[in-house]
């Protein structure tokens, strides 16, 4: 296993701790008609079958070296969930207490348990805000597999060190 396949194992397993994430899956999944994509996707929620997933994939790479004989390796990954829009049962509420469960569980451990160095990062050119954990740029309604549901794109930035790695 690659030392990338152990970082996004950890980012998989700190979305199932969270309590009724539904289903997570370690890469975006596709399929080619409506209904099995959408069976991708459902979870049984309170004795109830409903639309509720996440999937995690790599946006981008970075390798630098910050320090003489040391290389850094910086991913970005996208966090992208949906589930099913329940006007009547406030389902945006829930959904949106979700994606801070999310971010709490990353915030408890910023170093998934020692997988990265870090997933806090300061701005652009270090002159900007710091990031720590999850940000949550998209969040709102889209129609997912023929159903209408509430969605978030998440982003999430890891650095290790590749003589840390195993």
């Given amino acids: 296993m690659s030392h990338l396949d152990t970082v996004r194992a950890a980012i998989v397993a700190r979305l199932q701790s969270v309590a009724n994430i539904g289903a997570v899956h370690d890469y975006q999944r596709y399929a080619a008609d409506l209904a099995r994509m959408k069976a991708l996707y ?18 981008s790479r970075v390798e630098t070296a910050p320090f003489i004989g040391r290389r850094a390796v910086t991913c970005g990954w996208v966090i992208r969930g949906y589930m099913a829009l329940a006007d ?3 389902s945006e509420i829930t959904f949106d207490n979700l994606v801070e469960s999310i ?22 050119d270090n002159d900007g805000p710091e990031q720590v954990g999850p940000q ?16 978030a794109r998440l ?3 890891t650095r290790w060190f590749l003589q840390d790695a195993p």
């Avoid at 997988?115 to 652009?124: L, W």
């Fill in 103 to 124: 971010c709490d569980t990353f915030r408890a451990d910023e170093t998934l348990g020692g997988t990265v160095a870090t997933t806090s990062f300061a701005g652009r």
């Fill in 42 to 59: 459902v979870s049984e929620i309170g004795g109830k079958s409903q639309v509720r997933g996440w999937y995690v994939s790599r946006v």
């Fill in 155 to 157: 982003e999430l930035i």
């Fill in 88 to 90: 009547a049962d406030e």
């Fill in 136 to 151: 949550a740029p998209e969040i709102g309604p889209v129609m997912f597999a023929g159903v209408l549901c509430h969605a």
